[in-house]
């Protein structure tokens, strides 16, 4: 029974560079929140997404970070152009959905911007 | 401003002591639950409570969920070193969606 998969769990990127952030969601989930935790400001919403859906980015920095969640495959949270603020742990959670408010959180990606 | 306040933030106490933690806010919830994670992992969710006045335990656990929906408590009997970890309250505010407002944490130190 695998639970909220993330990779890869540590992630160093010179400024500049484009990170890719992976979360594949719990078997049966359809709905997906990412999350960003700084140290000192506690966990942030980002984005939230169903299946080919964006649902809510309110909380989405509006210039160089997308997200998506294709038919097929994990959801995806990209940074263009790295700069060293975007360095923190960003988690994925996913529900069921359908009324169900749960959401269960994988292990984080550690991105570390130098 | 912080949405949901909690307090205390950091609490150091030793085996077999009782402690409450407060999770506190002036917005009503539709819902609030309550996470542990510890150091390099992600959050583990603990609880979901829904109704105004709901208490929910789990073993020496026990959550309580305010009754006018804004504010919450996590009583916690004879700790344990194993209850060490950041305790966070995450409530949600517009029942449409589930996007989640998190707490910055009480940090929980549980020494033998």
């Known amino acids: 029974n695998a639970g909220v998969m993330q990779n890869p769990r540590h992630l160093v990127r010179r400024r500049g560079q484009e990170a890719r952030l992976r979360c594949s969601p719990m078997?049966?989930?359809?709905?997906v929140y990412w999350y960003r935790q700084l140290p000192e400001e506690g966990l942030k919403f980002m984005v939230y997404?169903?299946?080919?859906?964006?649902?809510?980015e309110s909380g989405m920095p509006k210039e160089r970070f997308s997200a998506e969640f294709p038919k097929e495959g994990p959801s995806i949270l990209r940074i263009q152009q790295v700069v060293r603020g975007d360095s923190a742990a960003y988690f994925c959670?996913?529900?069921?959905?359908?009324?169900?408010?749960?959401?269960?959180f994988g292990p984080g990606t550690r991105l570390t911007v130098t | 401003t912080q949405l949901l306040e909690q307090s205390p933030q950091f609490l150091s106490i030793q085996e077999g002591e009782n402690l409450t933690v407060y999770c506190n806010s002036s917005?009503?919830?539709?819902?609030l639950q309550w996470y542990r994670q510890e150091p390099g992992e992600g959050p583990v969710l603990l609880v979901t409570?829904?109704?105004?006045?709901e208490v929910k335990k789990l073993k020496r656990l026990t959550f309580q969920f305010g009754d006018a929906r804004k504010d919450s408590s996590l009583h916690i009997t004879a700790a344990q070193p194993g209850d060490t970890g950041l305790y966070l309250c995450?409530?949600?505010?517009?029942?449409?969606?589930?996007?989640?407002?998190f707490g910055k944490g009480t940090m929980l130190l549980v020494s033998p």
């Open positions: 995450a409530g949600v505010v517009n029942s449409g969606y589930s996007t989640l407002t």
């Open positions: 409570v829904v109704t105004g006045g």
């Open positions: 959670a996913s529900s069921p959905g359908t009324g169900r408010r749960e959401q269960y």
């Open positions: 997404l169903q299946k080919e859906n964006i649902i809510d």
């Open positions: 078997k049966g989930h359809s709905h």
């Open positions: 917005s009503v919830f539709s819902s």
